[in-house]
């Protein structure tokens, strides 16, 4: 049995000149079938933008070795997080991000039908994404590495296998190293 991404709608923002003035952006929504229709895909989930792991280690690892995913067919690379497209925005800027599509998920719609999304009130938090990253072939879900102890109100946030040297061994056909040094300090 195959599994599909779940249907979803996401209100991302666009750079679009016509719009004119200091801020050339306009909402677009994207469906799951606009983001991963004939796409080779990999994506990865992470509880929150501007937050330690996802941002010294998560996205700019998946940034650092995009050339590698590359070549090894993958079209895409989408960090997910259910974050708005302003929050996203800003964090992409602030990373340096290049090459990774930062996808908001900002009312959890797409996290909530994946199964994945969690309540991290004890920290905060309100409703957030279990961290995760997946191989997604025009719609099919082909492979999927979830971290450990999926629950409400975790007292940890591991990250064990949906780095991104997980899932480029898995693309490989070898056995991963593990998860890498953090690439960025993060303050805060």
């Known amino acids: 049995m195959t599994t599909q991404v779940p249907e979803a709608t996401f209100k991302t923002r666009v750079r679009d000149e016509s719009v004119g003035g200091d801020n050339p952006f306009r909402w677009e929504e994207k469906t799951t079938a606009d983001i991963f229709g004939g796409k080779k895909v990999v994506v990865f989930s992470l509880p929150g933008a501007f937050t330690p792991t996802c941002s010294s280690n998560h996205l700019p ?30 964090w992409g800027q602030e990373q340096g991000n290049k090459n990774i599509f930062l996808l908001p998920d900002g009312n959890g719609e797409f996290t909530r039908k994946m ?23 025009d719609g099919t879900i082909e492979k999927m590495f979830s971290e450990a102890g999926y629950c409400d109100n975790g007292e940890t ?32």
């Open 61 to 90: 690892r998946y940034e650092e070795l995009y050339e590698e995913f590359k070549a090894q067919g993958v079209d895409e690379i989408i960090c997910v997080s259910v974050n708005d497209a302003f929050v996203m925005f800003k």
């Open 115 to 137: 199964g994945m999304l969690v309540d991290k009130s004890n920290i905060g938090f309100g409703m957030r994404s279990w961290r995760y990253s997946m191989l997604v072939n």
């Open 157 to 188: 946030d591991p990250f064990e296998v949906s780095d991104a040297d997980t899932m480029l061994a898995y693309l490989k056909g070898t056995e991963s190293a593990g998860v890498s040094e953090p690439r960025k300090a993060f303050v805060g």
